[in-house]
């Protein structure tokens, strides 16, 4: 290098170099070819799984027009699901809220179940609390019932001693004033 000579790789380096070349090339060109050809036998079995479809689909309805009238009646029926599932879901909704309200109904007259109660109950203690004044008024009167029939007899006995002091003229008088 220091007389301006150039000195290039070796016979060697180069036969190396291209030797590995060759080998990457053909490494690359096998691999493709290895792609290429799952590819095509990819295709080839999406072809004859189609194609084996089609003789089922014939086999089975006939025609092609025939099962594309029934794909066509299957996606209107999905259709009006999907709509029946949607009204479905709306109704649940509505549910929801109806429940809901229903609930705080329910509530409302548990409430009021529980405020009547205590109403029954008071006018139950009134009830009580009356019947037992009328039996002390009952009793009250049963005792003034006695003592009038007692002070009617004592009356009665005044009554007939005064008839029998009358009857006996001198037995007694009224003093004069």
Do not use: C, H
Not at 27 to 34: E, G, H, I, P, R
Not at 65 to 94: H, M, P, W, Y
Request: hydrophobic share 35%; charged share 35%; proline share 1%.
């Amino acid at each position: 290098m220091g007389n301006g000579t150039v000195k290039g790789l070796s016979v060697n380096a180069k036969t190396l170099i291209i030797i590995l070349l060759f080998a990457n090339v053909g490494f690359a060109s096998k691999m493709l070819s290895k792609y290429y050809k799952m590819k095509a036998a990819g295709y080839y079995r999406e072809k004859t799984f189609s194609e084996q479809l089609e003789k089922r689909v014939m086999k089975a309805f006939g025609s092609v027009e025939d099962l594309n009238k029934i794909v066509n009646d299957i996606t209107r029926q999905k259709e009006n699901a999907e709509k029946v599932a949607a009204s479905f879901k709306e109704q649940g909704e509505q549910l929801k809220s109806v429940n809901k309200k229903l609930e705080e109904e329910k509530a409302k007259v548990e409430e009021e179940k529980g405020r009547l109660l205590k109403e029954i109950w008071a006018l139950e203690d009134s009830l009580a609390q009356a019947k037992s004044t009328l039996g002390n008024k009952d009793m009250t009167i049963k005792e003034l019932m006695k003592n009038l029939e007692a002070a009617e007899k004592e009356t009665m006995t005044l009554k007939k001693q005064i008839e029998d002091y009358s009857k006996t003229p001198g037995a007694w008088s009224l003093p004069k004033q």
